[in-house]
Protein backbone atom coordinates (compact mmCIF):
# COMPACT_ATOMS: atom_id res chain seq x y z
CA UNK A 1 0.00 0.00 0.00
CA UNK A 2 1.13 3.61 -0.88
CA UNK A 3 2.07 5.63 2.15
CA UNK A 4 -0.53 9.11 1.72
CA UNK A 5 2.52 11.52 0.80
CA UNK A 6 2.64 9.08 -2.07
CA UNK A 7 -0.77 9.16 -2.97
CA UNK A 8 -0.91 13.18 -2.11
CA UNK A 9 1.95 13.48 -5.51
CA UNK A 10 0.75 10.71 -7.42
CA UNK A 11 -2.87 11.94 -8.02
CA UNK A 12 -3.86 14.53 -10.50
CA UNK A 13 -7.20 16.03 -11.86
CA UNK A 14 -8.24 13.34 -14.04
CA UNK A 15 -10.72 14.57 -17.11
CA UNK A 16 -10.11 12.18 -19.70
CA UNK A 17 -11.53 8.12 -18.76
CA UNK A 18 -10.70 5.09 -20.86
CA UNK A 19 -14.71 4.48 -21.40
CA UNK A 20 -15.12 1.44 -19.53
CA UNK A 21 -16.67 2.86 -16.41
CA UNK A 22 -15.88 1.49 -12.57
CA UNK A 23 -16.77 -2.09 -12.03
CA UNK A 24 -19.78 -3.17 -9.55
CA UNK A 25 -17.17 -4.15 -6.65
CA UNK A 26 -14.93 -1.09 -7.05
CA UNK A 27 -17.98 1.05 -6.64
CA UNK A 28 -20.14 -0.37 -3.83
CA UNK A 29 -16.38 -0.19 -2.29
CA UNK A 30 -16.62 3.68 -2.72
CA UNK A 31 -20.16 3.48 -1.51
CA UNK A 32 -19.68 1.96 1.69
CA UNK A 33 -16.57 4.37 2.53
CA UNK A 34 -18.94 7.52 1.54
CA UNK A 35 -21.03 6.36 4.31
CA UNK A 36 -18.90 6.04 7.09
CA UNK A 37 -17.22 9.66 6.77
CA UNK A 38 -16.70 12.48 9.44
CA UNK A 39 -15.10 15.44 9.94
CA UNK A 40 -13.69 17.33 12.60
CA UNK A 41 -15.97 20.16 12.88
CA UNK A 42 -18.77 17.40 13.56
CA UNK A 43 -21.07 18.96 10.32
CA UNK A 44 -24.10 16.55 9.75
CA UNK A 45 -25.59 17.78 6.67
CA UNK A 46 -23.20 16.27 3.97
CA UNK A 47 -23.79 13.30 2.13
CA UNK A 48 -22.92 11.52 -1.50
CA UNK A 49 -24.83 10.72 -4.36
CA UNK A 50 -23.31 8.02 -6.72
CA UNK A 51 -24.24 9.55 -10.15
CA UNK A 52 -24.96 7.46 -14.07
CA UNK A 53 -23.75 9.50 -17.00
CA UNK A 54 -26.73 7.30 -18.85
CA UNK A 55 -29.26 7.20 -16.66
CA UNK A 56 -28.95 10.84 -15.69
CA UNK A 57 -28.26 12.04 -18.77
CA UNK A 58 -25.43 13.82 -17.41
CA UNK A 59 -22.24 15.01 -19.03
CA UNK A 60 -19.64 18.27 -18.21
CA UNK A 61 -18.00 20.27 -21.10
CA UNK A 62 -13.69 19.32 -19.57
CA UNK A 63 -14.62 15.61 -19.32
CA UNK A 64 -14.33 12.78 -21.76
CA UNK A 65 -14.96 9.12 -21.85
CA UNK A 66 -16.51 9.06 -18.18
CA UNK A 67 -19.43 6.90 -17.20
CA UNK A 68 -20.63 7.94 -14.05
CA UNK A 69 -20.02 10.66 -10.88
CA UNK A 70 -20.18 11.32 -7.15
CA UNK A 71 -21.78 14.44 -6.17
CA UNK A 72 -21.41 15.43 -2.55
CA UNK A 73 -24.65 17.82 -1.09
CA UNK A 74 -24.83 19.99 2.01
CA UNK A 75 -26.67 22.58 3.94
CA UNK A 76 -25.64 25.86 5.47
CA UNK A 77 -24.27 24.92 9.25
CA UNK A 78 -21.27 26.48 10.98
CA UNK A 79 -18.14 26.05 8.75
CA UNK A 80 -19.51 23.72 6.26
CA UNK A 81 -17.77 24.52 3.45
CA UNK A 82 -14.26 23.56 5.21
CA UNK A 83 -16.10 20.19 6.65
CA UNK A 84 -17.42 19.59 3.00
CA UNK A 85 -13.64 20.22 1.42
CA UNK A 86 -12.31 18.07 4.45
CA UNK A 87 -15.19 15.08 3.47
CA UNK A 88 -14.99 15.04 -0.29
CA UNK A 89 -10.98 15.15 -0.17
CA UNK A 90 -11.08 11.58 1.89
CA UNK A 91 -13.52 10.15 -0.38
CA UNK A 92 -11.58 11.31 -3.56
CA UNK A 93 -8.34 10.17 -2.27
CA UNK A 94 -10.06 6.44 -1.48
CA UNK A 95 -10.98 7.18 -4.97
CA UNK A 96 -7.58 7.45 -5.90
CA UNK A 97 -6.40 5.01 -3.78
CA UNK A 98 -8.77 1.90 -5.36
CA UNK A 99 -7.21 3.11 -8.88
CA UNK A 100 -9.59 5.57 -10.23
CA UNK A 101 -9.16 8.88 -11.30
CA UNK A 102 -11.36 11.95 -10.17
CA UNK A 103 -11.35 15.26 -10.74
CA UNK A 104 -13.22 18.01 -7.98
CA UNK A 105 -15.98 19.95 -10.42
CA UNK A 106 -17.59 22.92 -8.79
CA UNK A 107 -17.58 25.16 -12.13
CA UNK A 108 -17.68 23.26 -15.36
CA UNK A 109 -20.88 21.41 -15.15
CA UNK A 110 -24.64 21.69 -16.12
CA UNK A 111 -25.13 22.90 -12.53
CA UNK A 112 -29.15 22.36 -12.90
CA UNK A 113 -29.27 19.07 -14.34
CA UNK A 114 -26.53 17.78 -11.40
CA UNK A 115 -28.40 18.86 -9.10
CA UNK A 116 -31.92 17.54 -9.92
CA UNK A 117 -29.78 14.24 -10.17
CA UNK A 118 -28.54 14.92 -6.96
CA UNK A 119 -32.16 15.28 -5.13
CA UNK A 120 -31.71 18.44 -3.56
CA UNK A 121 -34.11 18.96 -0.77
CA UNK A 122 -35.27 22.41 0.56
CA UNK A 123 -32.32 24.29 2.14
CA UNK A 124 -29.63 22.02 0.21
CA UNK A 125 -26.85 22.66 -2.06
CA UNK A 126 -24.50 20.95 -4.44
CA UNK A 127 -21.04 22.83 -4.67
CA UNK A 128 -19.07 20.13 -6.29
CA UNK A 129 -19.04 17.13 -8.23
CA UNK A 130 -16.43 14.76 -9.41
CA UNK A 131 -16.27 12.12 -12.29
CA UNK A 132 -14.90 8.76 -11.26
CA UNK A 133 -13.40 6.44 -13.85
CA UNK A 134 -10.34 5.13 -15.04
CA UNK A 135 -7.84 7.27 -16.51
CA UNK A 136 -7.14 7.00 -19.84
CA UNK A 137 -3.84 6.43 -21.52
CA UNK A 138 -3.61 9.40 -23.40
CA UNK A 139 -5.22 13.07 -22.42
CA UNK A 140 -7.67 14.57 -24.84
CA UNK A 141 -6.34 17.94 -26.37
CA UNK A 142 -8.79 20.18 -23.98
CA UNK A 143 -7.58 18.53 -20.62
CA UNK A 144 -4.05 19.08 -22.21
CA UNK A 145 -5.41 22.80 -22.69
CA UNK A 146 -6.97 23.26 -19.69
CA UNK A 147 -4.18 22.05 -17.60
CA UNK A 148 -1.79 24.77 -19.17
CA UNK A 149 -4.39 27.18 -18.68
CA UNK A 150 -4.37 26.72 -15.32
CA UNK A 151 -0.88 26.02 -14.96
CA UNK A 152 -2.05 22.51 -13.12
CA UNK A 153 1.56 21.03 -13.20
CA UNK A 154 3.17 24.15 -10.97
CA UNK A 155 2.50 25.12 -7.04
CA UNK A 156 3.77 28.45 -5.09
CA UNK A 157 6.80 28.19 -3.64
CA UNK A 158 7.00 27.07 0.57
CA UNK A 159 8.17 30.52 1.31
CA UNK A 160 5.27 31.77 -0.67
CA UNK A 161 2.28 29.64 1.37
CA UNK A 162 3.90 28.80 5.01
CA UNK A 163 5.24 31.20 7.62
CA UNK A 164 6.88 31.06 11.48
CA UNK A 165 5.29 32.75 14.07
CA UNK A 166 3.65 35.45 12.08
CA UNK A 167 3.66 36.53 8.42
CA UNK A 168 6.45 38.19 7.99
CA UNK A 169 8.76 35.32 8.52
CA UNK A 170 8.22 33.19 5.56
CA UNK A 171 9.27 29.32 5.84
CA UNK A 172 11.78 27.53 3.88
CA UNK A 173 12.08 23.79 3.14
CA UNK A 174 14.96 23.56 5.03
CA UNK A 175 13.26 24.60 8.80
CA UNK A 176 10.05 22.47 8.02
CA UNK A 177 12.41 19.55 7.80
CA UNK A 178 14.20 20.46 10.69
CA UNK A 179 10.75 20.72 12.16
CA UNK A 180 9.68 17.45 11.18
CA UNK A 181 6.97 19.08 9.65
CA UNK A 182 8.42 18.73 5.84
CA UNK A 183 6.06 15.62 4.27
CA UNK A 184 2.61 17.77 6.24
CA UNK A 185 3.07 20.91 4.51
CA UNK A 186 4.05 19.30 0.83
CA UNK A 187 0.65 17.11 1.03
CA UNK A 188 -1.04 20.74 1.53
CA UNK A 189 1.11 22.40 -1.38
CA UNK A 190 0.00 19.15 -3.67
CA UNK A 191 -3.50 19.73 -2.85
CA UNK A 192 -5.90 20.28 -5.74
CA UNK A 193 -7.39 23.88 -5.81
CA UNK A 194 -10.05 25.62 -7.67
CA UNK A 195 -8.45 27.25 -10.72
CA UNK A 196 -5.12 26.26 -8.91
CA UNK A 197 -4.86 28.97 -6.57
CA UNK A 198 -3.77 27.33 -3.96
CA UNK A 199 -5.74 30.02 -1.13
CA UNK A 200 -4.19 28.02 1.78
CA UNK A 201 -0.82 29.33 4.17
CA UNK A 202 -0.19 28.87 7.00
CA UNK A 203 1.62 30.25 9.76
CA UNK A 204 3.68 27.47 12.26
CA UNK A 205 4.10 29.10 15.99
CA UNK A 206 5.48 26.41 18.01
CA UNK A 207 2.90 23.66 18.37
CA UNK A 208 0.27 25.11 16.39
CA UNK A 209 0.12 25.56 12.59
CA UNK A 210 -2.85 27.96 12.11
CA UNK A 211 -5.02 28.12 8.55
CA UNK A 212 -5.60 30.86 6.61
CA UNK A 213 -7.04 31.54 3.01
CA UNK A 214 -6.05 34.20 1.22
CA UNK A 215 -9.12 34.91 -1.39
CA UNK A 216 -9.25 35.77 -4.79
CA UNK A 217 -12.16 37.87 -6.82
CA UNK A 218 -14.57 35.60 -8.33
CA UNK A 219 -14.97 32.59 -5.64
CA UNK A 220 -18.06 33.69 -3.19
CA UNK A 221 -21.72 32.24 -4.42
CA UNK A 222 -25.04 33.24 -2.35
CA UNK A 223 -24.57 29.76 -0.58
CA UNK A 224 -20.95 29.06 -0.31
CA UNK A 225 -16.90 30.21 -0.57
CA UNK A 226 -15.52 27.80 -3.41
CA UNK A 227 -12.08 28.77 -1.79
CA UNK A 228 -13.05 27.82 1.83
CA UNK A 229 -13.98 24.39 0.12
CA UNK A 230 -9.71 24.43 -0.80
CA UNK A 231 -8.73 25.24 2.81
CA UNK A 232 -11.14 22.16 3.93
CA UNK A 233 -9.22 19.71 1.20
CA UNK A 234 -6.11 21.22 2.47
CA UNK A 235 -6.71 20.38 6.10
CA UNK A 236 -7.70 16.82 5.50
CA UNK A 237 -4.39 16.75 3.84
CA UNK A 238 -2.64 17.78 6.51
CA UNK A 239 -4.69 16.04 9.12
CA UNK A 240 -3.94 12.75 7.18
CA UNK A 241 -0.46 13.04 6.75
CA UNK A 242 0.41 13.59 10.65
CA UNK A 243 -1.46 10.77 11.57
CA UNK A 244 0.24 8.34 9.23
CA UNK A 245 3.72 10.33 11.09
CA UNK A 246 1.56 8.87 14.14
CA UNK A 247 1.06 12.13 15.60
CA UNK A 248 -2.33 13.15 16.91
CA UNK A 249 -3.18 16.58 15.35
CA UNK A 250 -6.72 18.73 16.99
CA UNK A 251 -8.53 21.22 15.36
CA UNK A 252 -9.87 24.30 16.82
CA UNK A 253 -11.21 27.71 15.85
CA UNK A 254 -9.69 30.36 17.78
CA UNK A 255 -8.68 32.53 16.29
CA UNK A 256 -4.93 33.70 17.54
CA UNK A 257 -5.67 37.55 16.51
CA UNK A 258 -1.80 37.01 13.93
CA UNK A 259 -2.07 40.33 12.16
CA UNK A 260 -2.57 39.41 8.11
CA UNK A 261 -1.92 40.75 4.70
CA UNK A 262 -4.71 42.18 2.91
CA UNK A 263 -7.66 39.73 1.92
CA UNK A 264 -6.26 36.80 4.37
CA UNK A 265 -8.72 35.08 6.67
CA UNK A 266 -8.03 33.20 9.49
CA UNK A 267 -10.08 29.59 9.32
CA UNK A 268 -8.84 27.52 12.09
CA UNK A 269 -5.39 26.07 14.13
CA UNK A 270 -3.82 22.46 14.32
CA UNK A 271 -2.54 21.76 17.42
CA UNK A 272 0.08 19.27 16.76
C1 LIG B 1 -13.03 23.17 -5.25
C2 LIG B 1 -12.46 22.88 -6.61
C3 LIG B 1 -13.19 23.19 -7.76
C4 LIG B 1 -12.69 22.87 -9.03
N1 LIG B 1 -13.46 23.11 -10.15
C5 LIG B 1 -13.03 22.71 -11.37
C6 LIG B 1 -13.88 22.87 -12.50
O1 LIG B 1 -15.00 23.37 -12.43
N2 LIG B 1 -13.42 22.40 -13.71
C7 LIG B 1 -12.19 21.82 -13.85
O2 LIG B 1 -11.85 21.40 -14.95
N3 LIG B 1 -11.34 21.69 -12.77
C8 LIG B 1 -11.75 22.11 -11.55
N4 LIG B 1 -10.93 21.94 -10.45
C9 LIG B 1 -9.61 21.29 -10.59
C10 LIG B 1 -8.44 22.27 -10.50
O3 LIG B 1 -8.38 23.02 -11.70
C11 LIG B 1 -7.13 21.50 -10.24
O4 LIG B 1 -7.20 20.88 -8.99
C12 LIG B 1 -5.91 22.41 -10.28
O5 LIG B 1 -5.74 22.96 -11.57
C13 LIG B 1 -4.61 21.66 -9.93
O6 LIG B 1 -4.40 20.56 -10.80
P1 LIG B 1 -4.23 19.09 -10.23
O7 LIG B 1 -5.50 18.76 -9.46
O8 LIG B 1 -4.05 18.22 -11.43
O9 LIG B 1 -3.04 19.09 -9.30
C14 LIG B 1 -11.41 22.27 -9.17
C15 LIG B 1 -10.65 22.00 -8.01
C16 LIG B 1 -11.18 22.28 -6.75
C17 LIG B 1 -10.39 21.92 -5.53
Not at 25 to 49: C, H, M, Q, W
Not at 88 to 96: I, N, P, T, V, W
Not at 145 to 169: H, P
Not at 216 to 241: H, M, R, S, V, W
Amino acid sequence: MSSFIDLVKTRRSVRTFDGNGVSPEVLEDLKIFAKEITNPYGAKSIRFEFLDREKNDLSSPVLSGEKCYVSAVCSKEDHVEEAYGYSFQKLLMKAHELGLGTVWIGGTMPRDKFETASDLAEGEFMPCMSPLGVTAKKMAIKETLMRKGVKADTRLKFEELFYVRDFSTPMNEQYAKENGLFDDLEAVRFAPSAVNKQPWRIVVDGKKAHFYEKHDKGFLTPDYDLQKIDLGIALYNFETQMTTELRDPVLTVEDPQISTPDDVDYIATYTI
